[in-house]
């Protein structure tokens, strides 16, 4: 508008004035709109980097190694962007052993995440306050249940009832790994882990519970107590979104396939073997996940009586011969 009132030549009407008024027209518009893109640009960042560390809080990555044990632990959320789903893993030391919780809030995304938030919280504290297993895991249910039933905190979330629906459950392995190597499961509705040595197999010992928040828990808990987790041994938990991935064809991603060939190739470090776990599974969906993964690796390093170690790698450390505990 400035240009049309206060320059004579855009008073005039020939070819070059139209011309010389459309790169004028051309290098404002262009100017504006570099300049909106650029500011969105910056808050755009400053959003991600907030949101990453908030998720990052929430879901803490896992020290590479914890009592003798070595770990590893990812998550491919499926919500494109996301650090976080509807997944969530943890692993502590505590008096009573090194725990280890992984989970699955029913649903996938940021929608999950409250029950998340719910059920880790209640785990870091409480992993360290109940002597057994079956006490942590109604601490657990308790606190789900707690979410469950919140009231809305704002008006505008009248309509949206409770913190959470009352059809969201959490499907919760909870293990125990103690120092003799001892290792105590307790599963509510959870996908088996595998124990890797020479191969692959699952470790599965009985029926599992329901998951939490679908039904009370019972009045007995059966807490079951797996074969020694030998040093040199490892344990593979997983999710569901891993063994129900599918690629273009429907075909499931072969996870127990993929961890015996990977279970061939020893010694291999818990971080080696979740990135091969996590590349097979990219190569097989494409890239793209219809529900959140999460894979957690649990090595024993131990060193048993009379036995030395010997450096595989600078950080890293394996025993020359398992030692012979009876399984």
Not at 154 to 165: I, L, V, Y
Not at 226 to 248: I, M, S
Not at 286 to 301: E, I, K, S, T
Request: charged share 20%.
């Amino acid at each position: 508008m400035t240009w049309k009132l206060t320059c004579p030549l855009a008073r005039q009407d020939d070819m070059a004035t139209r011309i010389a008024t459309s790169a004028v027209f051309f290098a404002v518009g262009t100017g504006l709109v570099v300049g909106i893109c650029r500011g969105l640009r910056r808050e755009l960042r400053q959003i991600e980097a907030i949101a990453q560390a908030a998720q990052r809080v929430l879901l803490r990555p896992l020290p590479p190694r914890l009592d003798g044990l070595a770990l590893a632990g990812t998550q491919l959320p499926a919500v494109r962007g996301a650090v976080v789903g509807g997944d969530l893993y943890e692993v502590v030391s505590t008096p009573y052993g090194v725990r280890v919780i992984i989970g699955d809030v029913r649903g996938h995304g940021l929608a999950a995440l409250g029950a998340v938030a719910a059920v880790l919280g209640s785990f870091r504290e409480a992993a360290y306050e109940e002597p057994g297993l079956g006490g942590l895991l109604r601490r657990l249910d308790r606190a789900l249940q707690r979410y469950l039933g919140e009231p809305p905190r704002d008006e505008g979330a009248q309509q949206a009832g409770p913190g959470g629906s009352a059809e969201d459950f959490v499907t919760v392995l909870l293990l125990d790994i103690h120092r003799n190597g001892d290792v105590l499961v307790l599963n509510c509705g959870h996908p088996w882990p595998y124990r890797i040595g020479h191969d692959a197999e699952p470790l599965a010992t009985g029926v599992p519970l329901p998951p939490l928040g679908a039904f009370p828990l019972p009045d007995t808990l059966p807490v079951r107590r797996c074969d020694r987790l030998l040093p040199g041994e490892a344990l593979f938990l997983h999710t569901d979104g891993a063994a129900e991935a599918r690629d273009a064809g429907g075909r499931f991603f072969p996870l127990e396939e993929v961890l015996g060939r990977a279970a061939g190739r020893v010694p291999r470090s818990p971080a080696a073997l979740v990135e091969e776990v996590r590349a097979a599974l990219l190569a097989h969906t494409d890239g793209h996940l219809d529900d959140d993964v999460a894979f957690v690796v649990v090595r024993n390093d131990r060193v048993p009586a009379g036995r030395v170690l010997v450096p595989a790698q600078p950080g890293t450390a394996r025993p020359v011969r398992p030692a012979p505990f009876p399984r």
